[in-house]
């Protein structure tokens, strides 16, 4: 199963920006999406970008579109979240995520015994 280790939150006005860093270890191919997901207080975890390595599409949410960019190192064995023009509604526990991509759910979600969440990292932007 794939460890994820999350870094690179904190806190930031609006209008500015962030890079969340995800290293990954363990065992992980072309088969696995990955991804970020994000909790805000009271909602619900939702999928904020996605990437599948085989074909290196990545995919986001409405809400980050423009925005956001996910991209892996050469060895995709760190997943980053750059994170531009934040908006206070952007404040929220952002996690990585890794699973085999026919047996996650939307987004990503890790669904299968070899998916994995990391621990998070906190986002607040400020107004």
């Known amino acids: 199963q794939v460890q994820l280790t999350e870094s690179g939150g904190g806190s930031v006005e609006a209008g500015g920006s962030l890079r969340l860093s995800c290293e990954l270890s363990?065992?992980?191919?072309?088969?696995?999406?990955v991804g970020w997901f994000r909790q805000a207080p009271g909602k619900v975890r939702a999928g904020v970008a996605r990437?599948?390595?085989?074909?290196?599409?990545?995919y986001y949410a409405n809400s980050v579109k423009g925005r956001f960019t996910i991209s892996q190192d050469n060895t995709k064995k760190t997943l980053y979240l750059q994170m531009n023009s934040l908006k206070p509604e952007d404040t929220a526990m952002y996690y990585c995520?890794?699973?085999?991509?026919?047996?996650?759910?939307?987004?990503?979600?890790?669904?299968?015994?070899?998916?994995?969440w990391g621990q998070g990292t906190q986002v607040t932007v400020s107004s």
């Open positions: 995520v890794a699973d085999i991509a026919r047996q996650a759910g939307p987004d990503c979600l890790p669904r299968s015994s070899s998916g994995s």
């Open positions: 363990g065992y992980i191919d072309s088969s696995y999406c």
């Open positions: 990437i599948y390595p085989a074909s290196d599409r990545p």
